[in-house]
């Protein structure tokens, strides 16, 4: 009579564990998919398309960036910052303008003539955002990257841009000897890559901050206030704002003040 209980009692412990053993792999699971749903995939370097680009890049990258930004892009003390995750976008920024390779070390690396072609920017951007990741260019070029509402651009610029490059491109002082460049004849690229890369004293602007249609409206106003098309209050008077405007205004101030004071000698 007692047998039976005990096997019941059995039984009923073994089904209690295979129970909460299973209960325990479907909540092992659940949690699993909800941190592969939830969770972002860590940014990793993939190779490029073409990998014969990547190639040609790795030359060039041999001759011209190695020996400041180390075979591996760690980066070479007091010589160049390390090259992973900066992206192709940081790269084309600063080949295509000039600044790299860089002639020495300094408070702001200045722009000059482009050292590689267009052809070599490519592929030496495409070397690094193969073998260190980061942001990447879109795919448009030219005139493709200007946005169709440079009103809502203008409006973009002033909020975020004009602080230091001026209200409209013309650039400006900033501190411990640096500046703002001007955005007279920057290409559409050179500024799309500006914005995603966030260069020197620049900050980089995330899709968070500024969708890529408001980058492209921020281009479209910058180029139509540089090629001279959009100049609502009149005279630019060179574009540089109320330091301009001020000065003129002072000049004719003084000069009508002299003017009025020599004709009532006159008059006396």
Same mark, same amino acid.
């Given at each position: 009579m007692t047998t039976q209980p005990k096997k019941r009692r059995g039984r009923?412990?073994?089904r209690r564990r295979v129970a909460g053993l299973l209960a325990l792999g479907i909540a092992l699971m659940g949690v699993g998919a909800l941190y592969s749903v939830l969770v972002p995939e860590p940014q990793t370097a993939q190779a490029q398309q073409d990998p014969v680009m990547v190639r040609e890049g790795a030359k060039i990258y041999?001759?011209?960036?190695?020996?400041?930004?180390?075979?591996?892009?760690?980066g070479v003390k007091? @010589? &160049?910052?390390? /090259?992973?995750?900066?992206?192709e976008a940081s790269v084309y920024f600063q080949t295509s303008t000039g600044r790299?390779?860089?002639?020495?070390?300094?408070?702001?690396?200045?722009?000059?003539?482009?050292?590689?072609?267009p052809q070599e920017v490519d592929a030496v951007s495409a070397y690094v955002q193969a073998n260190g990741g980061g942001v990447e260019m879109p795919e448009e070029k030219g005139a493709a990257l200007r946005g169709e509402d440079p009103a809502r651009g203008g409006e973009l610029f002033r909020f975020n841009c004009a602080s230091c490059h001026n209200f409209t491109g @013309? &650039?400006?002082? /900033?501190?411990?000897?640096?500046?703002?460049?001007?955005?007279?004849?920057v290409a559409e690229e050179e500024m799309y890559a500006a914005m995603l890369s966030g260069p020197q004293n620049m900050p980089r602007f995330s899709e968070r901050q500024l969708?890529?249609?408001?980058?492209?409206?921020?281009i479209a106003y910058v180029k139509s206030v540089t090629d001279g098309n959009n100049n609502p209050g009149g005279s630019p008077i060179g574009g540089l704002g109320p330091q301009s405007e001020g000065f003129i205004a002072f000049?004719?101030?003084?000069?009508?003040?002299?003017?009025?004071?020599?004709w009532i000698g006159a008059k006396h």
């Open positions: 009923t412990k073994l041999n001759n011209t960036c190695i020996s400041c930004h180390g075979a591996n892009l760690e007091d @010589r &160049g910052p390390s /090259l992973i995750g900066v992206g790299m390779p860089a002639v020495a070390q300094s408070a702001q690396i200045p722009e000059k003539p482009r050292v590689l072609s @013309r &650039g400006g002082a /900033l501190s411990s000897g640096k500046e703002a460049p001007a955005l007279d004849g969708s890529p249609e408001e980058k492209k409206d921020i000049v004719v101030g003084i000069a009508a003040l002299l003017g009025i004071t020599l």
